[in-house]
Protein backbone atom coordinates (compact mmCIF):
# COMPACT_ATOMS: atom_id res chain seq x y z
CA UNK A 1 0.00 0.00 0.00
CA UNK A 2 1.04 3.93 -0.37
CA UNK A 3 3.06 4.26 2.57
CA UNK A 4 5.71 6.79 4.09
CA UNK A 5 7.77 5.69 6.82
CA UNK A 6 9.87 7.74 8.82
CA UNK A 7 12.55 6.79 11.14
CA UNK A 8 16.02 8.36 13.16
CA UNK A 9 14.22 10.47 15.45
CA UNK A 10 15.45 10.40 19.29
CA UNK A 11 16.86 12.69 22.12
CA UNK A 12 20.11 14.93 21.13
CA UNK A 13 21.79 17.73 23.09
CA UNK A 14 22.22 21.07 22.10
CA UNK A 15 24.53 21.45 19.11
CA UNK A 16 24.00 17.70 17.92
CA UNK A 17 22.74 16.05 14.89
CA UNK A 18 20.58 13.72 13.56
CA UNK A 19 19.62 12.33 10.21
CA UNK A 20 16.48 11.59 9.60
CA UNK A 21 14.86 9.17 6.85
CA UNK A 22 11.56 8.51 5.40
CA UNK A 23 11.15 5.14 2.98
CA UNK A 24 8.50 5.32 0.65
CA UNK A 25 6.64 2.38 -0.38
CA UNK A 26 3.34 1.99 -2.85
CA UNK A 27 4.19 4.61 -5.09
CA UNK A 28 6.05 5.84 -8.12
CA UNK A 29 8.68 7.73 -5.65
CA UNK A 30 10.74 9.47 -8.41
CA UNK A 31 7.88 11.22 -9.70
CA UNK A 32 7.00 12.60 -6.25
CA UNK A 33 8.59 16.13 -4.63
CA UNK A 34 9.17 15.43 -1.27
CA UNK A 35 9.50 18.04 1.64
CA UNK A 36 9.69 17.24 5.12
CA UNK A 37 7.74 19.34 7.82
CA UNK A 38 7.59 19.92 11.79
CA UNK A 39 5.39 20.54 14.51
CA UNK A 40 6.16 21.43 17.66
CA UNK A 41 3.44 21.20 20.94
CA UNK A 42 1.03 24.52 20.57
CA UNK A 43 1.92 25.02 16.99
CA UNK A 44 0.88 24.82 13.93
CA UNK A 45 2.78 22.26 11.11
CA UNK A 46 5.41 24.12 9.13
CA UNK A 47 7.56 23.31 6.00
CA UNK A 48 11.68 22.43 7.11
CA UNK A 49 12.70 21.79 3.45
CA UNK A 50 12.02 20.57 0.38
CA UNK A 51 13.63 18.88 -3.12
CA UNK A 52 11.83 18.35 -6.48
CA UNK A 53 11.55 15.47 -8.06
CA UNK A 54 15.04 15.07 -9.27
CA UNK A 55 16.85 16.69 -6.39
CA UNK A 56 17.71 19.39 -8.56
CA UNK A 57 16.02 22.07 -6.47
CA UNK A 58 16.19 22.35 -2.55
CA UNK A 59 14.31 24.58 -0.57
CA UNK A 60 14.35 25.33 3.43
CA UNK A 61 13.26 27.92 5.85
CA UNK A 62 15.18 30.53 6.97
CA UNK A 63 15.02 28.67 10.44
CA UNK A 64 17.05 26.17 9.61
CA UNK A 65 19.18 27.33 7.06
CA UNK A 66 22.88 26.63 7.05
CA UNK A 67 21.98 23.52 9.65
CA UNK A 68 19.53 21.43 7.87
CA UNK A 69 19.87 19.69 3.94
CA UNK A 70 17.64 17.76 2.60
CA UNK A 71 18.42 15.12 0.07
CA UNK A 72 17.23 11.89 -1.78
CA UNK A 73 17.97 8.56 -3.14
CA UNK A 74 15.40 7.94 -6.30
CA UNK A 75 16.99 4.13 -6.48
CA UNK A 76 16.30 3.51 -2.60
CA UNK A 77 13.36 5.34 -2.45
CA UNK A 78 14.16 7.43 0.59
CA UNK A 79 14.51 11.31 1.29
CA UNK A 80 16.96 11.96 4.17
CA UNK A 81 16.74 15.20 6.50
CA UNK A 82 20.49 15.90 7.90
CA UNK A 83 20.02 18.39 10.76
CA UNK A 84 23.31 19.70 12.86
CA UNK A 85 24.07 22.05 15.26
CA UNK A 86 20.49 21.40 16.91
CA UNK A 87 18.38 24.09 18.85
CA UNK A 88 15.78 23.39 21.45
CA UNK A 89 13.35 25.20 19.06
CA UNK A 90 14.20 22.36 16.86
CA UNK A 91 12.24 20.21 18.89
CA UNK A 92 8.89 18.84 16.99
CA UNK A 93 7.52 15.77 15.59
CA UNK A 94 8.88 15.57 12.26
CA UNK A 95 6.62 14.54 9.21
CA UNK A 96 7.56 13.81 5.44
CA UNK A 97 5.78 14.65 2.75
CA UNK A 98 5.47 13.47 -1.28
CA UNK A 99 3.93 15.68 -3.39
CA UNK A 100 1.99 15.46 -6.98
CA UNK A 101 -0.11 17.99 -8.07
CA UNK A 102 -2.93 18.13 -5.77
CA UNK A 103 -2.11 14.63 -4.04
CA UNK A 104 -0.16 14.29 -1.05
CA UNK A 105 0.89 11.58 0.79
CA UNK A 106 1.82 11.49 4.47
CA UNK A 107 3.80 10.36 7.01
CA UNK A 108 3.08 9.18 10.68
CA UNK A 109 6.13 11.41 11.95
CA UNK A 110 8.79 10.80 14.09
CA UNK A 111 10.01 12.87 17.67
CA UNK A 112 12.92 15.46 17.49
CA UNK A 113 13.97 16.31 21.16
CA UNK A 114 16.82 18.94 21.84
CA UNK A 115 17.48 19.15 25.21
CA UNK A 116 19.86 19.19 27.60
Known amino acids: QVQLVESGGGLVQPGGSLRLSCAAS????????MSWYRQAPGKERELVAG????????NYADSVKGRFTISRDNAKNTVYLQMNSLKPEDTAVYYCKAAYRTYNIWGQGTQVTVSS
Open 51 to 58: ISSTGGAT
Open 26 to 33: GFTFSSYA
